[in-house]
């Protein structure tokens, strides 16, 4: 085993179950270990590197502003803020934005947010408000998040929890219908739960969720922290059935994979409830951030990310659903974001990422179920075609070694 394993076995809190690998370096769509072993990397950080590792640009970028301006906190402007969110806002048909540094800060953002547009615009009674959140949704990992979370373990030990918030199940319009009251202020939904195992909602769904928003003067606030900026194939998950939501959450790619930049985006009505004082973050819209942030929009637009995303989603998607194995209940996803729901009772998700690390295809299980595939959106088809091998090779031999035993 090695000493890096044992290190952080001894003095990290034991949080995480990574898989048994120490890398040390990465370039594109692969990362090496310790003994200089390749591997894809078809994990991309939770989406966070759809750029790839180490992109050209995007380290250019760090260095010189490195060498400019890192850090001064809000108490001043830069000469990189203002721009960063232009291009932000444009791009996302948004008014304004308020930036912050990891995906939870921009979902407490748009939580409290829409909590005071709902006193201050809205007129719901004080301390009445109530957010609407999904079964089976992944929203961060504050206290207050995890109260809208309906997994035991994300819960369990790390009460009281706030209140205000109200569970409906996800894909059902009918559950969201009888929810919203008169002090309804948000509907917090991802277009595709990820951590929840890449779901997607029945077709139609966001869109008569809008709708139903729209009628009763309720928030449609999309979490696109992890579906947003190209992973399903548009630039946003909402697109895919034209749903321009209230207010918007971005993280995990904005940073290119090289620092956490997160934002939360919303109409002029909604961000124009926070006054000086109200929210901040010391690091929240750095000149860092802001200029990672900007470069990292400029190359998913100029090197149509997006599109590479449905391109190559869309090949991955056809050759997966090809398979012929016992071992795979499901397969769903859009664009690079796809996960094989495999049967519990045949094998786990954990061993097929166990048995994918040894051929040097790096993915991460989410529950005990799905397999996740998310690589760089940089990927090429040769890369897509070895993984493909690999991931039928693994199940075969699963499949036979179960047949034997
Ligand atoms: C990852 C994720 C978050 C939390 O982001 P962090 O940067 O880990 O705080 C929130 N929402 C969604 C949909 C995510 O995938």
Redesign the pocket.
């Known amino acids: 085993m090695s000493e890096h394993i044992d290190l952080e076995a001894r003095y990290c809190a034991q949080n995480y179950h990574p898989l048994p690998v120490v890398l040390t370096r990465a370039e594109g769509a692969y990362v090496w270990d310790e003994d200089g072993k390749k591997y894809l990397d078809m994990m991309s950080a939770?989406?966070?590197v759809s750029h790839g590792h180490g992109h050209k640009r995007l380290v250019k970028i760090v260095q010189q502003q490195v060498e400019r301006l890192s850090i001064v906190s809000r108490a001043f402007y830069t000469d990189k803020l203002g721009l960063f969110l232009e291009k932000a806002c444009t791009l996302t048909g948004q008014d304004m934005a308020l930036p912050m540094?990891?995906?939870?800060?921009?979902?407490e953002t748009a939580i409290k947010a829409a909590r005071k547009w709902a006193y201050t615009v809205k007129g719901v009674e004080k301390d009445k408000a109530e957010i609407i959140a999904c079964t089976g949704?992944?929203?961060?990992?504050t206290t207050t998040?995890v109260a809208m979370s309906d997994e035991p373990q994300y819960k369990e030990g790390f009460g009281p929890y706030p209140a205000g918030f109200l569970l409906v199940e996800y894909g059902n319009i009918d559950a969201l219908e009888a929810a919203i009251n008169e002090n309804t202020a948000a509907f917090l939904v991802?277009p595709i739960?990820?951590?929840g195992g890449i779901v997607v909602p029945p077709e139609g769904y966001l869109k008569a969720a809008a709708e139903l928003c729209r009628k009763n003067n309720v928030l449609l606030i999309a979490?696109?922290?992890?579906?947003g900026l190209g992973r399903t194939g548009k630039l946003l998950a909402c697109e895919h059935e034209d749903v321009h939501p209230d207010g918007l959450?971005l993280?995990?790619a904005l940073g290119g994979g090289i620092l956490?930049v997160?934002m939360f985006l919303a109409r002029r009505d909604v961000m124009s409830v926070f006054t000086p004082g109200d929210h901040g973050s010391t690091f929240g819209g750095n000149p860092l951030a802001a200029a990672v942030g900007l470069e990292a929009l400029n190359i998913l637009i100029e090197d149509e990310l997006p599109q590479k995303s449905a391109a190559m989603g869309d090949y991955l998607m056809g050759r997966l659903r090809a398979f012929d194995t016992p071992l795979i209940k499901n397969i769903r996803g859009r664009g690079l974001f796809i996960g094989i729901e495999v049967d519990p009772a045949l094998c786990s998700a954990r061993e097929i990422c166990e048995s994918l690390m040894q051929r040097g295809l790096l993915s991460k299980e989410t529950h005990e179920t799905v397999v996740r595939l998310a690589p760089p959106l940089i990927v090429g088809q040769e890369e897509i075609d070895w993984a493909i091998d690999q991931i039928a090779e693994v199940l075969e031999e699963i499949d036979t070694l179960r047949l034997a035993s």
């Open positions: 939770y989406s966070a540094n990891t995906g939870a800060e921009a979902v949704n992944f929203h961060g990992r998040i991802e739960q990820g951590e979490d696109e922290i992890q579906t959450i993280g995990k956490p997160s």
